[in-house]
């Protein structure tokens, strides 16, 4: 599965910025889709940030994205969004998205495609 993200930039602390992940092609047998961040320095993992069921639209969130950031999806636009906002430098990352047919998994290696990543930084 081809997965798109855009939307990334620079924002100021306490910021807002939505996100966008597009699944031009086919979308068959996916599950769920998620986001997941990776913050700059050697030796970083990918942490997750949100998931999304795609058929049902149930939603998962880590801790430090409870209560800031929304995830969402349209159906007819094969597009999976994030919404952010009271951003934070610890929020700056690279952000992809994933996708794959494990259900709303926070556990990169369960997910079979991924995007390049859209770079999001939060100035101090």
């Known amino acids: 599965v081809q997965l798109v993200e855009s939307g990334g930039g620079l924002v100021e602390i306490g910021g807002s910025l939505t996100l966008s992940c597009a699944a031009p092609g086919p979308i068959f047998n996916e599950n769920s889709m998620a986001w997941f961040r990776q913050s700059p320095g050697a030796g970083k993992e990918r942490e997750f940030v949100?998931?999304?069921?795609?058929?049902?639209?149930?939603?998962f969130y880590s801790m430090p994205a409870a209560g800031r950031f929304t995830i969402s999806r349209d159906l007819h636009k094969k597009t999976m969004y994030l919404q952010m906002r009271e951003m934070t430098p610890e929020d700056t990352a690279l952000y992809y998205c994933?996708?794959?047919?494990?259900?709303?998994?926070?556990?990169?290696?369960?997910?079979?495609?991924w995007g390049r990543g859209t770079q999001v930084t939060v100035s101090s």
């Open positions: 994933a996708a794959g047919r494990v259900i709303a998994s926070s556990v990169p290696d369960t997910y079979d495609s």
């Open positions: 949100a998931a999304i069921e795609w058929t049902d639209g149930l939603v």
